[in-house]
């Protein structure tokens, strides 16, 4: 088992361009962030969320994969779930916990397999 965590400034969120979004989200991310009141602030926990998820993997010595082939969703509950969309390993389980509040975004991993 292994832990990822990272936080965020949401300011560094805010004003991104098209470019930049299409580069770290999936179009399901985009969609939903975007439906916000303040879509940097979804946008940054996601961030973060995939930061923490690659540290997680790097510590099991798996490759990472791109930013935007790690998804953040909400599952059964609105809690929020990791769906990796390149197939690295269909063994892992992963736990997430995130949160912002008006000035920062944190997530925080755990992957077992």
Do not use: W
């Amino acid at each position: 088992m292994t832990i990822g965590v990272d936080i965020e400034d949401i300011k560094r969120f805010e004003d991104k361009s098209q470019e930049f979004l299409d580069r770290i989200y999936t179009q399901n991310e985009q969609v939903y962030c975007l439906s916000k009141p303040n879509p940097a602030s979804h946008f940054a926990v996601r961030f973060c969320a995939k930061e923490a998820v690659i540290k997680a993997l790097n510590s099991m010595g798996i490759s990472h994969p791109r930013l935007n082939q790690i998804e953040i969703y909400h599952g059964e509950n609105n809690c929020p779930k990791v769906r990796l969309l390149n197939k690295i390993d269909n063994n892992l389980t992963i736990q997430i916990s995130l949160s912002h509040d008006k000035t920062k975004a944190i997530a925080f991993v755990v992957i077992g397999r």
